[in-house]
């Protein structure tokens, strides 16, 4: 993809003040960072400012403290698993905005990089306000986005900050835009994507973009319920939205018109609880008893969805298939995902995987690191594939 906008190869930082846009919305166990992949993401960037000279400042939120200090938020616990993963020290300010960040900033010396306080203490920041961008924006010369994850909100440090200074995509960012564009811009077709997920409710807008754009949609969890309960199968006590049968209805008729096949599991994994090691059985669709439930696609459906991936080149993943935290229902997703991988490293496909059920579901079946591209977000991934303009991206290209 030739980038609309500009990078950090456009621009001489040495000796600035650049204000880098980063997620560091990452989980927590206590004081623990339990998964660090969003800041593995983010140090490439990091580590090339710094060895150009600039003097980074770091931006970023963390949880949803809606616009209030409130300490149990503070971005305080991530510095030292930042500092672990960049092998540099990091500073700490206490605050934003004002004297304290100003302070701050002004005894950092060129290579240093400093952590800001979580930019959501203040109301101005989530409201995209003029005022408080203006006041981000008098701490640095240059700002560079590589928060992707965070692309999706048009508040001030994601959005604002790219309208008042000169505004960079960082090697992060340029490495999302680019992998997302090469698996839905112009892509090497067959395309297929994977949604699953427990809701058909929360991906409407997914699927409705993805029918006019891929050529076989696999739908996976439960959501595959309420698709398969439209269509009269009876699905017993599986998770269902039986009030949106029609909107499946329409979303089928829609891919018919699209030319878009779409797959739904031929067989399941069926229990009568929602429990580790409940008793199972496997069964065909339409023989589900009454007082059972999916809980994970069978080796007939599992042998299916291999077969579309065999005969693609390009893949979408967003979703689960089954109830894949807990055993034996990990298995659908666990030997689709390794599938996937396979076809992958043998240069057959090209895999792109997101969100943050999806990756864990990766994780587990061990082979994230044989996608193709993984992505770090989650509701930005979403709203992408949604076909939507992502406002942080909108920012970054219009000031180029
Ligand atoms: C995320 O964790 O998905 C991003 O950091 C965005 O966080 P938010 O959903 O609180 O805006
Ligand atoms: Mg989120």
Known sequence: MTAAFKTLDDVDVAGKRALVRVDLNVPMDGDRVTDDTRLRAIAPTLRELAQK???TVLLAHFGRPKGKRDDSQSLKVVVAALEK????????ADDCVGETAAAAIARMTPGDVLLLENTRFH???EKNDPAFADELARLGDLYVNDAFSAAHRAHASTEGLARRLPAYAGRSMQAELDALSKALGAP????????GGAKVSTKLDLLGNLVGKVDHLVIAGGMANTFLFAEGVDIGTSLCEKD???????????????????VLPSDGRLAKEFKANAANRVAPVGEVAADEMILD???DAIAKVSAVLEGAKTLVWNGPFGAFEIEPFDQGTVAIARKAAELTRAGRLLSVAGGGDTVAALNHAGVAGDFTYVSTAGGAFLEWLEGKELPGVAALSATS
Do not use: H, S
Request: glycine share 12%; proline share 7%.
């Open 123 to 125: 109301p101005g920041e």
């Open 53 to 55: 000279g600039a003097r």
């Open 244 to 262: 949106l049968a029609d909107t499946a209805r329409a979303i089928v008729a829609k891919a018919a018109a699209a030319g878009c096949a779409i």
């Open 188 to 195: 090497e077709r067959p395309v297929v994507a994977v949604v």
């Open 85 to 92: 993963t960049l092998m540099q020290d990091v500073g700490f």
């Open 297 to 299: 696609v069978g080796p």
